[in-house]
Each structure stands twice: as C-alpha cells, then as structure tokens.
C-alpha cells in the first residue's frame, strides 16, 4: 500500500479487512528533517494556514478511523 503516511494505518486495516496482507510503503511525510532549518520547536506554538489544514486533516483520519472501527464506515 503506497499512500500518505497520515492515511497509512487507516489503509492498511482497509486492506487487512479483505483479508489480504499488506505491505506498507508510506509517503508524503510532514514533519522536516531534524538538521534542517525550519526544525525549530518555537515554531509549532505559531499559528498558520498551514497549521489548520493539518489539524483538519488528523480531524478527518481520527473520525474515520473510530467510524471503521466501529463498523459504520
């Protein structure tokens, strides 16, 4: 499964219901490389455009994932 690793677990547990056995491969990760200059920890206390996006999106995997668990996704 190639998918972004925000969708990973959600994914994987899709493919598993069916009964296969899927290897994960994520991508399109989200957080900057430990040496690189936007790494400040400061930072995440600032609120962004981009910020909200990201919060919206852990919104939607988070009530997807309980929906799937609970059979009514």
Aim: net charge negative; proline share 8%.
């Amino acid at each position: 499964v190639v998918t972004s690793a925000s969708h990973m677990p959600r994914a994987m547990i899709t493919f598993a219901d069916q009964d296969l056995d899927p290897i994960a491969a994520p991508t399109d990760f989200q957080y900057p490389r430990e040496e690189s200059a936007s790494n400040k920890p400061w930072k995440q206390w600032i609120p962004s455009s981009g910020g909200h996006g990201e919060c919206q999106k852990w919104l939607y995997e988070t009530v997807a994932t309980l929906g799937q668990r609970l059979g009514i996704l």
